[in-house]
């Protein structure tokens, strides 16, 4: 990957929420909350639409409306990550709030970090790629941090 | 289950508490292959047998965020929907169709109105799946957030 882009803001990017695609994916999860499948029970609690599930990532543009020629994603490739190598490890979610189906969110991301780290094939490339996403009015809502391993 | 929260109005909890262990039913096949279909994740490790064989697994395999999101489900499901305030997890071994995930907890630390926990999803045969840390409002009365 590029690691002259390491620290660099990439973005920022608006991403919609999609209602449609949260329910779809709490549904799949196994969850049986209305507040993640009912746009009216979420409404009716003071919410806007359903509810993220808690720790659902998507990395690039995963939960919004589109998945194809989405900026993230074209932000992603940019890094020149190989994914054909490249495993997700883990991830970090920070929530300054619940975050509900159809907010349009500005995700500013980079990659806070790289380290290499000695794997039995030889060394592994840390790469720790995070987004912070703020509302239309600028106030925080939540910080991602994904951890993709790039084997050598 | 009951909510944790409303349990620990009247107990309140202490650091080294276990959380509620929760087994989840089986992970589907099915269900691997459309949470990689609707969030756009086309990675055929998850779909395609031939492919998962030939990058040395033995069937195709849950997404990360998948096997993540199961354990933010655990987390709902003793504190519900908007208490969780940080979830860090690390994978640590695949988990394939059919696996059986037990998610467990034990309390870390209780300061201002948050609790923190170490958290766990291990695999039948014991192997863990993911582990890592999660944070989350237990009382809104000395919460700083």
């Known amino acids: ?152 | 289950m009951t909510n944790l929260l409303d349990q620990w109005r009247s107990a309140p909890p202490a650091i080294g508490d276990s959380l509620p262990t929760w087994e989840l039913p089986p992970v589907g096949r099915e269900a691997i292959r459309e949470f990689v279909t609707i969030t756009g994740d086309r990675n055929a490790v998850h779909v395609d047998e031939e492919f998962a064989a030939a990058a040395g697994f033995p069937s195709v395999i849950a997404s990360g965020p998948m096997t993540i999101a199961l354990v933010g489900r655990y987390l709902e499901r003793l504190v519900g929907p908007t208490a969780v305030r940080r979830l860090a997890v690390q994978l640590r071994h695949p988990v394939f169709p059919g696996d059986r995930l037990v998610c467990s907890g034990e309390i870390t630390g209780l300061e201002n109105g948050i609790a923190t926990c170490d958290v766990r999803a291990l695999r039948e045969d014991g192997t863990t799946a993911c582990k890592g840390t999660a944070s989350f409002v237990h009382d809104t009365r000395g919460a700083a957030i």
Not at chain 1, 125 to 131: G, I, K, L, P
Not at chain 1, 134 to 149: C, I, N, Q, S, Y
């Open chain 1, 1 to 152: 990957m590029r690691t002259d882009l390491v620290g660099q803001d990439i973005g920022p990017v608006d991403v919609v929420i999609s209602p449609k695609i949260v329910a779809q994916v709490a549904a799949v999860l196994g969850y049986d909350d209305p507040m993640h499948l009912d746009h009216h029970a979420a409404r009716a609690a003071g919410f806007g639409d359903v509810l993220v599930p808690t720790g659902l990532v998507a990395p690039g543009d995963g939960l919004s409306e589109s998945h194809e020629g989405d900026e993230s994603q074209q932000a992603l490739a940019a890094l020149e990550i190989d994914f054909t190598r490249t495993l997700f490890a883990g991830t970090e979610v920070e929530y300054r709030r619940p975050v509900c189906g159809g907010e349009r969110l500005r995700a500013t991301s980079r990659v806070a970090e790289v380290s290499e780290r000695p794997g039995s094939a030889g060394p592994m490339q840390f790469v720790v790629w995070e987004t912070r996403y703020a509302d239309e009015a600028g106030k925080p809502v939540m910080t991602t941090r994904l951890t993709f391993v790039e084997r050598s």
